[in-house]
């Protein structure tokens, strides 16, 4: 990791590259794998790193995706595993618990328009 004066010392002002400093942040990036950031109006807008870093990033993306992907299923399933050996009740005696009919929501569901 970048100690705070190596990363202020990559913070490039993007009017660098109209002054003839490109070749040189180019080269520093190809050869050295160092990332810069570009600012504009003082204000980070972009980063420059090596295809190799760039690469190196997109799969650990891919691999930190497939992981977070993994842990949500696994998390559904151990929900619908509590669920399964949790006491349920069938819809019909939910409605008449809660001091209804199914006539009366037919009825509820008939008078509602859905546009």
């Given at each position: 990791m970048p100690?705070?004066?190596d990363?202020?010392?990559r913070?490039v002002?993007?009017?660098?590259f109209?002054?003839?400093k490109?070749?040189?942040i180019f080269?520093?990036v190809?050869?050295n794998?160092?990332?810069y950031i570009?600012?504009k109006n003082?204000?980070?807008?972009a980063?420059?790193?090596s295809?190799?870093?760039?690469?190196e990033?997109?799969?650990?993306?891919?691999k930190?995706e497939k992981?977070l992907e993994?842990?949500?299923?696994?998390h559904l399933l151990?929900q619908a595993e509590?669920?399964e050996n949790?006491a349920?009740?069938?819809?019909?005696?939910f409605?008449?618990?809660?001091?209804?009919?199914?006539?009366?929501?037919?009825?509820?569901?008939?008078?509602v328009?859905?546009?």
């Open positions: 100690s705070l004066v990363l202020t010392e913070l002002p993007i009017s660098d109209s002054q003839g490109t070749g040189k080269s520093d190809s050869e794998d160092h990332e570009i600012l003082n204000q980070p807008t980063v420059i790193m295809i190799k870093e760039y690469k990033t997109q799969q650990k993306l891919e930190l992981f993994k842990i949500n299923d696994i151990q509590d669920r949790s349920t009740s069938s819809f019909n005696k409605v008449i618990e809660q001091g209804y009919s199914l006539e009366d929501i037919d009825k509820l569901a008939e008078s328009e859905i546009e």
